[in-house]
């Protein structure tokens, strides 16, 4: 029986696992954005201050969201300051492990304590989705790097998903590192067409990265570096509000969230 997949949609297949497996092969931790061209990535600028630079795919939620602050942390597991990590375990790694599980529980007790659930409403564990078992998003050898959190949306018509991910390497102003490339990809080989990254990285720093394929290359949006070796309730409360917002865009046009899946 004939194949009812599109040459355009084929030709798209084939353009990303050709892409996966030349990132899977490649021994270099960190890329210049400026060198990434020649690997079919190009990096544009993004901000989450509802500039014109914003976000094309994710808005961030309206509603009113806990504050972190003192009393809140009374009640719950307190935030981990940099200088106040023991030296020994004061690794890249363990400072991002530390701020996911900070944040993850935090965008759970908004569920909890507002009673504000759109976020269960529109998104729902890629854990529950049987098409992501083969989908390995974590590396164990160092520089080691893991995505375990990670959510798409229920609406099919939005081929979404974000993901919190950590990497033991520190990051930089005008790099990406290798491991966020790979955990985008992956996610994307495995029918999905629009990310939005929360990147945990040393020292103890994150940033949001809106993720996507063009038709031919690898098109990667990183906001700057935010500090949090020291806590940030208003930071905490921003990225709160992008992880529990909703999915948007015109995903109808090839290159731009195409719905339909990716035979892999």
Known sequence: ????????????????????????????????????????????????????????????????????????????????????????????????????????????????????????????SIRDNDKWASTNLFEHKFPEYGAPKAIEAKDRSYPHVKAMIYSNLNGEDGQILRGEIVVVLRIIRAQVRRVLLFSFIGPQHARVIEAYFDGSSLVMRPTKLFDLREKDEALIKFLGQWYIGEATGDTKVLGSGDPDPLQT
């Open 1 to 124: 029986m004939p194949s009812s997949e599109s040459r355009e949609h084929k030709e798209l297949r084939t353009a990303i696992r050709a892409l996966v497996r030349h990132f899977d092969d490649l021994e270099t931790h960190q890329f210049d954005y400026s060198h990434l061209k020649t690997h079919r990535v190009n990096v544009l600028p993004m901000g989450l201050d509802n500039s014109n630079a914003g976000p094309s795919f994710f808005n961030p939620c309206s509603a009113s969201l806990l504050d972190p602050n003192d009393e809140y942390d009374r009640e719950r597991s307190k935030y981990s300051g940099f200088n106040s990590i023991d030296p020994v375990y004061r690794c890249p790694i363990n400072c991002a492990r530390g701020v996911i599980s900070y944040f993850s529980y935090y965008v759970f007790a908004n569920e909890i304590h507002c009673g504000y659930d759109i976020h269960s409403k529109l998104w729902s």
